[in-house]
């Protein structure tokens, strides 16, 4: 985790990074165009809300912790059982994760070598564990300030460009559909509870994740780190913007590319109607952006095996040297199966929404609850994490009007409740 050595501009803008790059560029640019603002509320908006709560209400309890990974969080709160099979629950969702910056890296090279979208992935993902077997999270937090830096700069670059070419921003605006700006929803129960959703999905679903866990905790000091969650997120939903704006003056400017491929948008807008310096600005740093968060993703869920699932097995016996190739072999498996699940879905925005689902149907009332309920008890959050994820696998199997992590995010609450109350926490018997 760096050491915990990270200066506020480092710890925000490695935040900021998490998802800012193939989800905001690519997926939440092309659900607007389809959708409108509610299409994208899951993201920017959820991964902005994410931020924000997590430095109001998890971050000061867990930086006291100073433990290295979030399993090891469960496991001082609830204990070994609940370690095991957080991290078990954990590790799937990233791989969906993965998988989605692999696509995006794939696009990416189709469309500036034109190699197929199967072919690309493939070599997305041995460059991305090259480049994560270089360096760990001080490595990844310094490349995002220059990443994050050179990806606004380019944005706003494009963004001035496509108004220039459109006749200013407001011909840009009155072209989008009717409802393009509707923020909040119509007043129907149904509605509401999908709008909801829609936020629950990043914006709760991500708090019990490693990826953010490990780059927060990287932060010098807890009001560094607190900081840092406030000012990525306030830059998350301002920047985040940029990409949808663009994306709907490349669809006033040049409707063509947007019918053959949405989510390849601006990549083929900047391509075919920029000048050689934006193309050289805005590619490399996207594909340093993506390659940054997709090495983020392979170390976080490598470091849950590792630490949490085969470390408490091998105990001191298992050397620092081991350890590190353990990591690594892990690194690869993860990539493996990330590759496996890009080559079989393709759509950037649904891959990171299904893995942050996962995390919130079964692992955030567990970490909430243990947190801020004195009474949660192990018994209740195994029921929490188990009940939750088999009541979503069910759900998605059923044809409702509301969104299934709804409901399933309930079944998970009330299982806490219930198994904490009938399996209660054993007090501790002073002698």
Known sequence: MAGRQLPLFLSASALFATWFGSETIFGA???????????????????????????????????????LTIGDVYKRIFGKKVEFFASVFMIPAYFGYVAAQLVALALIFNSIADISIANAIVVSAG??????????????????????????????????????????????????????????????????????????????????????????????????????????????????????????????????????????????????????????????????????????????????????????????????????????????????????MAQWKTNIYELVAEASILMLVSLFVPLTAGLYWKKASEMGALMAIIFGMIAYLAFINIEMPIYPHVPALVVSALSMISGTYIFPKKRKINA
């Not at 299409?39 to 908006?45: A, H």
């Not at 999908?194 to 708090?207: D, E, K």
């Open 127 to 340: 460059i991305v564990v090259f480049y994560t077997f270089l360096g760990g999270m001080w490595a990844i937090s310094i490349t995002d300030f220059i990443q994050t830096t050179l990806i606004v700069v380019g944005l706003i670059w494009v963004a001035v460009l496509v108004s220039q070419r459109a006749g200013g921003v407001m011909p840009i605006l009155e072209s989008a559909p009717e409802g393009s700006f509707q923020f909040f929803p119509e007043l129907k129960p149904t509605a509401w509870i999908n709008y909801l959703g829609a936020w629950m999905i990043i914006g709760l679903g991500s708090i019990p994740s490693q990826d953010i866990y490990q780059r927060v905790m990287s932060a010098k000091s807890e009001k560094v780190a607190i900081r840092s969650t406030y000012l990525a997120g306030s830059f998350y939903v301002t920047i985040g913007l940029l990409p949808l704006f663009i994306a709907l003056g490349a669809k006033f400017l040049y409707p063509e590319i947007y019918l053959e491929n949405k989510q390849l948008l601006l990549p083929e807008m900047v391509l075919r109607h920029s000048g050689i310096h934006v193309q050289i600005l805005f590619f490399g740093a996207l594909i340093s952006a993506i390659m940054s968060t997709t090495s983020s993703g392979l170390l976080a869920p490598s470091a849950i095996i590792s630490e949490n699932l085969i470390r408490p097995y091998f105990g001191a016996k298992l050397q620092d040297k081991h350890f590190l190739w353990l990591l690594r072999f892990n690194i690869i498996f993860v990539a493996i199966i990330a590759t496996i």
């Open 29 to 67: 640019s092309s659900e607007y165009l389809d959708s409108g603002l509610q299409g994208v509320i899951e993201d920017p908006f959820g991964g902005a809300l994410c931020l924000v709560l997590f430095g109001m209400f998890y971050l000061r309890p867990m930086y006291k912790m100073n433990v």
